[in-house]
C-alpha cells in the first residue's frame, strides 16, 4: 500500500512557491519528521541540506555553528530531538532534558548567528499541562503543572518556544514554533525499550502474531485518549505554516479526532492480523487522561490532515515489515 494523500500544495504568487529558489536546513533528516519534510520538499525548487547527526551534532556548539556559517541557509527547520515513549521519559529524565537543551541551544543560536530570516521549531503536544481544557488551545501553554511522566522532555521543548519567542521579541525575526499532536508513519522508532504507543504496538502485535503467542499485554488501562496525525501530514501542516503563519504564538497541528489507547489497540491489532486477546497492566503508568488539540487556527488558514489513521497505520506497518530484519530489538 502506498499513501498517496498529505502531499502539500502551497499557493502561487506569480513566481511559484515561496520555497521557490530557497536555502533549506531540515535538522532530523532521517527521522520520522523529518524524512517526511524531505519528501514534501522534492516537489519545489529548492535546495534541502538534510546532513546526519554524525555530520553535524548538533549537540556540539562549534560543529552546529560551523554548518550554519558554511551554508547560510534562508530557512531552517528544527525536527531533530531526542524522543522516547513514557518508560524512556521516566528512566532517563536527564537525558531528555540535557540534550534537547543542547541541540536547541545550538541550533537556534547558530540561526541567529547567521541570520536565518524564517525558522521552524517543532514542540509537541505532550508539553501542554496535565490538565488542560480539551480540546488544547495554543494559549493554554504553561497554565498549569505538566505531566510528570515526561517532564525533563516538555521543559525542553518549552525552552525552544521561548528561545524562538525571544528572537522575534528582540530582533523581529519571522520564527514560528508548531505543535503537533502524536506522530506516526515511515521511519518512526521501532524499539521497544523507546518508542511511542504506535510503533510500540506495531511491533507488539505483530511478533506476537509471528510467534504464535495468544495474549499481547500493554501498559495502563487503555482509557486514556490520544489523537494521532501521520508524519506526511505533519510535514505538509509545517511546510503550510512556514508560508502561511507568523505569530509568536505557537500553531497546533492535529488530526481533530482522538480514540481510547483500547480503541488503538483494537484497531492496530485488526491491522496486523493478530486475533489474540489483549491484556492490559494496569500497575503501569497511562500518562495524561486524554490530549486533543484546538487546530482551528491552521484551518482557518486553509490546512487540513488527508490521512485516515487505518489507511496509515496500515501504510506505517508495511513499511515497518518490509525493514524488520534490520531493526534492533
Avoid at 529548492?46 to 547560510?72: H, I, K, N, W, Y
Avoid at 505531566?147 to 525552544?160: D, I, R
Avoid at 518556544?161 to 508548531?178: K, L
Avoid at 486553509?302 to 506505517?316: A, D, H, Q, R, V
Wanted: proline share 5%; hydrophobic share 40%; with cysteine.
Amino acid at each position: 500500500m502506498v499513501i498517496t494523500g498529505g502531499v502539500l500544495e502551497l499557493a502561487s504568487n506569480g513566481s511559484g512557491s515561496f520555497l521557490t529558489g530557497k536555502k533549506i536546513f531540515v535538522a532530523g533528516g532521517s527521522g520520522l519528521v523529518g524524512s517526511a519534510l524531505l519528501r514534501q520538499l522534492s516537489q519545489f525548487d529548492c535546495e534541502v541540506a538534510a546532513p546526519s547527526s554524525r555530520q553535524v551534532d548538533l549537540r556540539d556548539g562549534r560543529m552546529t555553528r560551523d554548518f550554519f556559517q558554511e551554508l547560510r541557509p534562508d530557512v531552517a527547520i528544527l525536527a531533530a530531538a531526542r524522543v522516547g515513549g513514557i518508560g524512556a521519559n521516566q528512566s532517563q529524565p536527564y537525558n531528555f532534558l540535557m540534550e534537547n537543551l543542547e541541540i536547541e541551544l545550538n541550533f537556534v543560536s547558530s540561526a541567529h548567528l547567521v541570520n536565518v530570516s524564517r525558522l521552524v521549531f517543532l514542540g509537541s503536544s505532550c508539553i501542554y499541562p496535565r490538565l488542560a481544557p480539551q480540546p488544547i488551545p495554543e494559549d493554554a501553554l504553561m497554565t498549569g503543572a505538566l505531566e510528570p511522566t515526561n517532564t525533563g522532555y516538555a521543559m525542553a521543548k518549552l525552552s525552544g518556544i521561548e528561545m524562538v519567542s525571544a528572537v522575534r521579541a528582540q530582533f523581529g525575526r519571522s520564527w514560528i514554533s508548531v505543535l503537533p499532536s502524536n506522530l506516526y508513519g515511515p521511519h518512526d522508532n521501532f524499539n521497544l525499550d523507546s518508542s511511542h504507543v504506535v510503533p510500540a504496538l506495531l511491533r507488539k502485535f505483530h511478533e506476537a502474531k509471528t510467534s504464535g503467542a495468544p495474549t499481547v499485554e500493554l501498559w495502563g488501562s487503555g482509557l486514556v485518549r490520544r489523537e494521532f496525525l501521520h508524519s506526511y501530514d505533519a510535514a505538509a501542516g509545517i511546510l503550510f505554516a512556514l508560508e502561511k503563519y507568523d505569530d509568536s504564538l505557537p500553531l497546533n497541528i492535529g488530526y481533530g479526532e482522538d480514540v481510547t489507547i483500547a480503541e488503538l489497540a483494537v484497531l492496530v491489532a485488526d491491522v496486523v492480523g493478530f486475533d489474540g486477546e489483549i491484556g492490559w497492566n494496569r500497575a503501569m503508568p497511562d500518562g495524561v487522561p486524554r490530549k486533543l488539540l484546538d487546530s482551528s487556527r491552521i484551518r482557518s488558514l486553509g490546512w487540513k490532515p488527508s490521512i485516515g489513521l487505518k489507511e496509515g497505520l496500515t501504510e506505517t506497518y508495511s513499511w515497518m515489515i518490509e525493514r524488520l530484519a534490520s531493526l534492533r530489538k
